[in-house]
């Protein structure tokens, strides 16, 4: 048994069916990329533009220049966390036979999306010359009949409750454990709003980060195993448990920062690290983010899994691909070898904040919440995230996106359910 390709659970080997049912590719234009007439060129397009994602994708691009130092990168990140406004521009892009080299995406109904369209160039050379050293079930997340079509560079934890130490000793709260109740966390917030601290950011002027504080507060009440059946449609949206989660989601609503939706998850992030915030539900993206605002963990800063998810991983896995007409396809092809070493993965994942995904990489040089982080991926039960695009198709999580914000205005729980349920 090849070790490194049995890492990562069941969840993500189901999710191989979802691509493995996406359309067809044509293998004689991979080839014409291939042959295209070589460049000095290379444009990698992303969503990385706050300053610890910034500061990551600088790291990519400096191992591909150590090998590559002839070519230059155009930086073409469209800013938005999560996504959301990228996700757009590329989508024209696309359809105007315009794609950018190579760009970001996740694995499962993200990149589905398109291998389906015909939009990526074959990446199996490349991850055939990597040996055993990515997770099968990740592989096979982004693969199609035997072709590889995205390489990973590190996976974040989607389901941390971030806190400042300060803002809760002011508040006389003590810090939360691993198995922190949401009760316990509801009471919190009512302590940190008495004493005049800003209870809960949230950074909803990004269009993922309302829905991802409503996806963690779901798995807190149905845990992995529903996750699972509720994601695949086996249960309903209308099932009494998600009722029972978006019933605690209005129970956050009065501690929402008042300027919520006119901040982006960053700055919410940079108010926990300067003590102005009592807490934020944030995938792990915020730990590049908090100690790049200067912020110690331990001293400044704590975390525990979001209440009620202990034991389980939302996964949010970060993956570039290679448009199959990329203007600088060998340029592409290198670049897309050189985010898969184990250089870039040490160096990328370190800044931001997540967990490499090549198996033998050590991560003993790692900050102490980025190992725990590590071992975590490897031994807590995987769930794909809806917020993110991985769990299910691009049009329900726009319409998980939309429900969420109509919720979140009308506190309707009923209205909410079926919303999410005529949407599947
Ligand atoms: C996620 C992505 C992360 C981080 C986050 C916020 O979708 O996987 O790497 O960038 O958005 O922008």
Redesign the pocket.
Known sequence: MRRGRHLVGAVIAGLALVVAACGGSDSSSDQAAQNAAPTKKLEVFS??T?GS?DAALKELFSTFKTADPGVAITNGAVAG???SNAQAVLQTRLQGNNPPDSWQT?PGQAIGQYVDAGYLADLTPVENKLGDVMPKALVDAQSKDGKVYGISTGA?RGNVLWYSTKALEKAGVSEPSKDYTFDQFVADLGKLKAAGVTPLCVGAK?A?AAPQLFENTLLGVIGAEKWAALTSGKTGWDDPQVKQAAANYVRLLPYFDPDASAST?DQATKRIASGQCGFESM?D?AYGELTKAGAKEGKDFGYVPHPGTNGSFVL?V?TFVVAKNAKNSKNAMDWITSIASKDAQLAFNRE?G?TPVRTDVDVSSYPQYQQEAAKSFRSDKPVWSIA?GQATSPQFQQSFYDAVTQFTQSKDVNAFVQALQSAV
Do not use: P, T
């Open positions: 969503w990385w706050s994602e966390g999560g996504g996740h974040h990004d993922f998850w995938g993206w949010v970060d931001k997540s993110h």
